[in-house]
Protein backbone atom coordinates (compact mmCIF):
# COMPACT_ATOMS: atom_id res chain seq x y z
CA UNK A 1 0.00 0.00 0.00
CA UNK A 2 1.61 3.33 -0.88
CA UNK A 3 0.33 6.43 1.01
CA UNK A 4 0.80 9.64 -0.46
CA UNK A 5 0.73 12.64 1.52
CA UNK A 6 2.06 12.52 5.10
CA UNK A 7 0.48 15.79 6.21
CA UNK A 8 -1.42 15.81 9.33
CA UNK A 9 -3.87 13.42 8.34
CA UNK A 10 -1.58 11.09 6.25
CA UNK A 11 0.74 11.09 9.35
CA UNK A 12 -2.29 10.35 10.94
CA UNK A 13 -2.81 7.20 8.92
CA UNK A 14 0.57 6.24 8.63
CA UNK A 15 0.68 5.79 12.94
CA UNK A 16 -2.37 4.38 13.08
CA UNK A 17 -1.70 1.32 10.70
CA UNK A 18 2.05 0.69 12.40
CA UNK A 19 0.65 0.97 15.88
CA UNK A 20 -1.92 -1.50 14.45
CA UNK A 21 0.38 -3.76 12.65
CA UNK A 22 4.31 -2.76 12.96
CA UNK A 23 5.46 -5.04 10.19
CA UNK A 24 2.94 -3.02 7.71
CA UNK A 25 4.59 -3.00 4.22
CA UNK A 26 3.79 0.79 3.11
CA UNK A 27 5.39 3.60 0.96
CA UNK A 28 5.16 6.67 1.96
CA UNK A 29 5.83 9.30 -1.02
CA UNK A 30 6.34 12.60 0.02
CA UNK A 31 8.01 15.53 -1.77
CA UNK A 32 10.16 15.49 0.96
CA UNK A 33 11.99 12.01 1.49
CA UNK A 34 13.49 13.05 4.83
CA UNK A 35 10.12 14.20 6.38
CA UNK A 36 8.56 10.69 5.40
CA UNK A 37 11.68 9.12 6.70
CA UNK A 38 11.72 11.06 9.82
CA UNK A 39 8.01 9.82 10.82
CA UNK A 40 8.46 5.90 10.38
CA UNK A 41 12.03 6.28 12.55
CA UNK A 42 9.84 7.94 15.01
CA UNK A 43 8.54 4.35 15.33
CA UNK A 44 9.99 2.10 18.64
CA UNK A 45 12.07 -0.78 17.87
CA UNK A 46 11.64 -1.85 14.30
CA UNK A 47 8.13 -0.65 13.48
CA UNK A 48 9.25 0.80 10.14
CA UNK A 49 10.84 -2.31 9.61
CA UNK A 50 8.56 -2.80 6.11
CA UNK A 51 7.84 1.15 5.86
CA UNK A 52 9.86 2.82 2.56
CA UNK A 53 10.33 6.45 1.40
CA UNK A 54 9.47 7.69 -2.20
CA UNK A 55 9.50 11.12 -3.68
CA UNK A 56 7.38 9.65 -6.24
CA UNK A 57 4.36 7.75 -6.37
CA UNK A 58 5.01 3.83 -7.15
CA UNK A 59 3.29 1.19 -8.90
CA UNK A 60 1.57 -0.05 -5.90
CA UNK A 61 -1.77 -1.11 -6.94
CA UNK A 62 -3.46 -0.05 -3.24
CA UNK A 63 -3.24 4.10 -2.76
CA UNK A 64 -4.34 6.23 0.02
CA UNK A 65 -3.98 10.13 -1.07
CA UNK A 66 -4.11 12.16 1.84
CA UNK A 67 -3.19 15.42 -0.06
CA UNK A 68 -4.69 18.46 0.12
CA UNK A 69 -7.99 18.63 -2.11
CA UNK A 70 -6.61 21.17 -4.30
CA UNK A 71 -3.44 18.56 -4.56
CA UNK A 72 -6.07 15.54 -5.59
CA UNK A 73 -5.85 15.69 -9.47
CA UNK A 74 -2.05 16.56 -9.49
CA UNK A 75 -1.48 13.02 -7.93
CA UNK A 76 -4.31 11.31 -9.48
CA UNK A 77 -2.43 12.40 -13.14
CA UNK A 78 1.01 11.15 -11.58
CA UNK A 79 -0.15 7.62 -11.13
CA UNK A 80 0.91 5.45 -14.36
CA UNK A 81 -0.90 1.90 -13.30
CA UNK A 82 -4.31 1.14 -12.99
CA UNK A 83 -5.55 0.76 -9.13
CA UNK A 84 -7.57 1.19 -6.52
CA UNK A 85 -7.47 4.33 -4.76
CA UNK A 86 -8.87 6.25 -1.45
CA UNK A 87 -8.92 9.58 -1.05
CA UNK A 88 -9.42 11.75 2.08
CA UNK A 89 -9.81 14.71 0.83
CA UNK A 90 -12.88 16.97 1.38
CA UNK A 91 -15.06 17.79 -1.45
CA UNK A 92 -13.54 15.75 -4.15
CA UNK A 93 -16.21 13.78 -6.04
CA UNK A 94 -15.31 9.89 -6.90
CA UNK A 95 -16.54 10.83 -10.16
CA UNK A 96 -14.01 13.99 -11.04
CA UNK A 97 -11.19 11.80 -9.64
CA UNK A 98 -11.52 8.43 -11.58
CA UNK A 99 -11.58 11.01 -14.63
CA UNK A 100 -7.66 11.67 -14.07
CA UNK A 101 -6.63 8.56 -13.02
CA UNK A 102 -5.12 5.69 -14.95
CA UNK A 103 -7.47 3.86 -17.22
CA UNK A 104 -8.93 0.99 -15.17
CA UNK A 105 -8.69 2.39 -11.98
CA UNK A 106 -11.44 2.77 -9.24
CA UNK A 107 -11.58 5.59 -6.66
CA UNK A 108 -13.26 5.60 -3.29
CA UNK A 109 -13.37 7.98 -0.65
CA UNK A 110 -12.97 8.45 2.67
CA UNK A 111 -13.81 10.67 5.43
CA UNK A 112 -11.05 10.04 8.86
CA UNK A 113 -10.25 12.24 11.81
CA UNK A 114 -7.14 12.92 13.32
CA UNK A 115 -7.78 10.10 15.97
CA UNK A 116 -6.65 7.16 13.47
CA UNK A 117 -3.84 8.07 14.88
CA UNK A 118 -4.43 6.55 18.43
CA UNK A 119 -6.66 4.04 16.60
CA UNK A 120 -9.83 5.44 17.74
CA UNK A 121 -10.60 7.45 14.62
CA UNK A 122 -14.20 7.72 13.11
CA UNK A 123 -14.28 7.15 9.63
CA UNK A 124 -16.99 7.40 6.73
CA UNK A 125 -16.26 5.49 3.67
CA UNK A 126 -18.46 5.75 0.12
CA UNK A 127 -18.19 4.26 -2.81
CA UNK A 128 -19.26 5.51 -6.28
CA UNK A 129 -23.00 4.45 -7.30
CA UNK A 130 -22.99 0.49 -8.14
CA UNK A 131 -19.96 0.25 -7.28
CA UNK A 132 -18.17 -1.41 -3.88
CA UNK A 133 -15.92 -0.23 -1.20
CA UNK A 134 -12.64 -2.43 -1.94
CA UNK A 135 -11.76 -5.04 1.05
CA UNK A 136 -8.72 -3.68 1.82
CA UNK A 137 -10.13 -0.14 2.15
CA UNK A 138 -12.43 -1.20 4.74
CA UNK A 139 -9.98 -3.10 6.67
CA UNK A 140 -7.62 -0.68 6.74
CA UNK A 141 -9.65 1.65 8.04
CA UNK A 142 -11.18 -0.59 10.46
CA UNK A 143 -7.55 -0.94 12.05
CA UNK A 144 -7.69 2.97 12.66
CA UNK A 145 -10.94 2.65 14.65
CA UNK A 146 -14.61 2.67 13.75
CA UNK A 147 -15.73 2.50 10.22
CA UNK A 148 -19.38 3.07 8.58
CA UNK A 149 -20.35 3.16 4.74
CA UNK A 150 -22.64 6.17 3.66
CA UNK A 151 -23.27 7.27 -0.19
CA UNK A 152 -21.18 9.95 -1.61
CA UNK A 153 -23.63 12.75 -1.04
CA UNK A 154 -23.47 12.46 2.89
CA UNK A 155 -19.81 12.52 3.61
CA UNK A 156 -19.99 16.44 3.94
CA UNK A 157 -22.12 15.27 6.79
CA UNK A 158 -19.80 13.12 8.39
CA UNK A 159 -17.16 15.80 7.32
CA UNK A 160 -19.38 18.14 9.70
CA UNK A 161 -19.57 15.42 13.04
CA UNK A 162 -16.47 13.40 12.57
CA UNK A 163 -14.02 14.96 10.43
CA UNK A 164 -13.97 18.33 11.65
CA UNK A 165 -15.41 17.29 15.00
CA UNK A 166 -12.41 16.64 16.92
CA UNK A 167 -11.79 20.39 16.72
CA UNK A 168 -15.16 21.08 18.13
CA UNK A 169 -14.50 18.91 20.61
CA UNK A 170 -11.33 20.65 21.39
CA UNK A 171 -13.03 24.18 21.55
CA UNK A 172 -15.53 22.95 23.87
CA UNK A 173 -12.78 22.05 26.36
CA UNK A 174 -11.24 24.89 25.99
CA UNK A 175 -13.75 26.94 27.02
CA UNK A 176 -14.47 24.82 29.95
CA UNK A 177 -10.70 25.15 31.08
CA UNK A 178 -11.13 28.93 31.12
CA UNK A 179 -14.65 28.20 33.06
CA UNK A 180 -12.01 26.99 36.02
CA UNK A 181 -9.32 29.57 35.42
CA UNK A 182 -11.88 32.53 35.27
CA UNK A 183 -13.34 31.12 38.83
CA UNK A 184 -10.08 30.69 40.94
CA UNK A 185 -8.37 27.51 39.88
CA UNK A 186 -4.93 27.64 38.18
CA UNK A 187 -4.46 26.93 34.92
CA UNK A 188 -2.66 23.81 34.80
CA UNK A 189 -5.65 22.51 37.34
CA UNK A 190 -8.39 23.45 34.84
CA UNK A 191 -6.99 22.04 32.29
CA UNK A 192 -6.62 18.81 33.43
CA UNK A 193 -10.25 18.57 35.40
CA UNK A 194 -11.54 19.84 31.66
CA UNK A 195 -9.37 17.29 30.05
CA UNK A 196 -9.86 14.14 32.18
CA UNK A 197 -13.18 14.50 32.52
CA UNK A 198 -14.07 14.43 28.72
CA UNK A 199 -11.54 11.75 28.23
CA UNK A 200 -13.70 9.93 31.24
CA UNK A 201 -17.17 10.81 29.59
CA UNK A 202 -15.68 9.59 26.20
CA UNK A 203 -14.59 5.97 27.09
CA UNK A 204 -17.17 6.16 29.29
CA UNK A 205 -19.54 6.35 26.04
CA UNK A 206 -17.79 3.82 24.18
CA UNK A 207 -18.32 1.38 26.87
CA UNK A 208 -21.76 1.71 27.34
CA UNK A 209 -24.29 -0.01 25.54
CA UNK A 210 -26.71 2.84 25.72
CA UNK A 211 -27.20 6.01 24.32
CA UNK A 212 -25.56 9.44 25.07
CA UNK A 213 -28.95 10.64 26.14
CA UNK A 214 -29.75 7.40 28.74
CA UNK A 215 -25.90 8.24 30.33
CA UNK A 216 -26.48 12.00 30.82
CA UNK A 217 -29.77 11.02 32.41
CA UNK A 218 -27.93 9.13 34.76
CA UNK A 219 -25.63 11.82 35.82
CA UNK A 220 -28.49 14.05 36.36
CA UNK A 221 -29.93 14.81 39.38
CA UNK A 222 -33.69 16.46 39.22
CA UNK A 223 -32.75 20.38 40.16
CA UNK A 224 -28.97 19.11 41.20
CA UNK A 225 -25.92 20.75 39.81
CA UNK A 226 -25.87 19.16 36.71
CA UNK A 227 -29.48 19.79 36.03
CA UNK A 228 -28.85 23.81 36.56
CA UNK A 229 -25.62 23.61 34.10
CA UNK A 230 -28.10 21.82 31.36
CA UNK A 231 -30.78 24.51 31.43
CA UNK A 232 -27.79 27.07 30.48
CA UNK A 233 -27.16 25.10 27.10
CA UNK A 234 -31.17 24.43 26.46
CA UNK A 235 -31.74 27.82 27.17
CA UNK A 236 -28.70 28.71 24.97
CA UNK A 237 -30.17 26.28 22.34
CA UNK A 238 -27.22 23.93 21.94
CA UNK A 239 -29.52 21.85 19.61
CA UNK A 240 -29.54 24.97 17.17
CA UNK A 241 -26.24 25.99 17.43
CA UNK A 242 -24.26 22.83 16.92
CA UNK A 243 -26.77 21.91 13.49
CA UNK A 244 -25.29 25.12 12.45
CA UNK A 245 -21.84 24.04 13.70
CA UNK A 246 -22.03 20.76 11.35
CA UNK A 247 -23.82 22.35 8.58
CA UNK A 248 -21.00 25.06 8.55
CA UNK A 249 -18.52 22.34 7.85
CA UNK A 250 -20.28 20.53 5.52
CA UNK A 251 -20.49 23.75 3.63
CA UNK A 252 -17.38 24.41 3.29
CA UNK A 253 -16.22 21.02 2.41
CA UNK A 254 -18.77 21.78 -0.58
CA UNK A 255 -17.47 24.87 -1.23
CA UNK A 256 -14.16 23.46 -1.49
CA UNK A 257 -15.04 20.69 -3.64
CA UNK A 258 -16.32 23.58 -6.17
CA UNK A 259 -12.65 24.82 -6.30
CA UNK A 260 -13.36 27.32 -3.29
CA UNK A 261 -10.58 28.50 -2.14
Same mark, same amino acid.
Given at each position: MQIIGVGKLGEAIVSGLLKADPFAEL???AKS %?????? $??EGFPGESYLNASVST??????????AVKPHHVFDVAEQLTH??????VAA???IEAMESKLPSGSKAVRAMPNLAVGVNQGMTG????????????? %?????? $??AVVEVDENQLGIVTG?????????YRIVEAFAKAGESLGLTSEQ???????????????????DVSAAELRGRVTTPNGTTHAGLQELENAQIDDLIGKVVQAARERGLEIGKGDS
Open positions: TLV %SQQAER $LVEPTADPQVIISCEVVSGISIAAAQNSHIPVWV %SESFSK $LGIAGSGPGFLSQLLAEQTFIGAGLGLQAS
